[in-house]
């Protein structure tokens, strides 16, 4: 029996792929006025600096913090941190936040879960506080019993450790829990590794993602958040 659903955020309950290009387009506009730096030039700069981070850091949440890797990246280009440094921070999040989208089925399927008494639950990377900003915003609040971010768990998916976390939050056994998300190697074998049960999102406009090997394409996929019952009275033989 399924007594908890987890959930993933990013590119799982709102697409991440195209608030993130939005809000760097913000970004590259603030910076190109500034700096007089050229359009693309602060999302190139920001990822290089989060390859950096994350080596220096390993896998921990503070590697996500976006007003560090602009604080870094400034202060590499010998550029004053006031006001940039916050303004960016700001600026790149208000726009992300702004123009993300919930997913279709999200609201409805996390519904139907909790009327049939499940425990919902959210599993994610990333520090905290922007991911509670996220949840608002899409109006999902509501509906969750708790939350854990690598940021709490100390370790970023598809440690045992994060799973482990969001298994004693739920209140029940591994094989009673199911996770979702859209990554194959920390959400789906992460969770399986774990013990939990696991679905792969993969929407319509990412279905290529299941054909990259065979591996892919055996596992257990959803292409809408709202197949998510189907699947549990399915298992549970209803």
């Known amino acids: 029996m399924i007594r908890a659903v987890i959930f993933d955020i990013d590119d799982t309950l709102y697409s991440y792929i195209d608030a993130n290009r939005k809000a760097h387009a913000a970004l590259s506009a ?14 190139r700069l920001s990822l290089e600096m989060m390859d950096r981070m994350h080596l220096q850091m390993g896998d921990v949440a503070a590697y996500h913090n976006r007003l560090l890797r602009f604080q870094n990246i400034l202060e590499d280009h010998g550029l004053p941190l006031f006001p940039h440094a916050l303004r960016m921070t700001e600026l790149y999040w208000d726009t992300l936040i702004r123009e993300s989208e919930i997913s279709p089925g999200a609201a409805d399927t996390m519904r139907l879960l909790k009327e049939r008494g499940m425990q919902l639950g959210i599993g994610t990377d990333m520090t905290a506080l922007y991911q509670f900003k996220k949840l608002e915003h899409l109006d999902l609040l509501r509906y969750l019993d708790w939350v854990v971010t690598s940021e709490e768990a100390c370790a970023e998916k598809p440690s045992p450790d994060f799973f482990s976390l969001c298994v004693r939050k739920a209140g029940c056994r591994p094989e009673e829990c199911l996770f ?37 394409r055996a596992a257990e996929t959803i292409a809408s958040l709202s197949e998510i019952p189907v699947w549990i009275d399915q298992y549970t033989g209803e």
Request: no cysteine.
């Open 30 to 43: 603030y910076t190109e006025e500034a700096f007089g730096w050229e359009p693309g030039a602060s999302e």
């Open 180 to 216: 979702i998300g859209d990554n194959y190697v920390k959400d789906y074998r992460g969770a399986l590794a774990s013990g939990l049960h696991a679905l792969w999102f993969v929407p319509p406009a990412l279905a290529d993602k299941r054909e990259a090997s065979d591996a892919h």
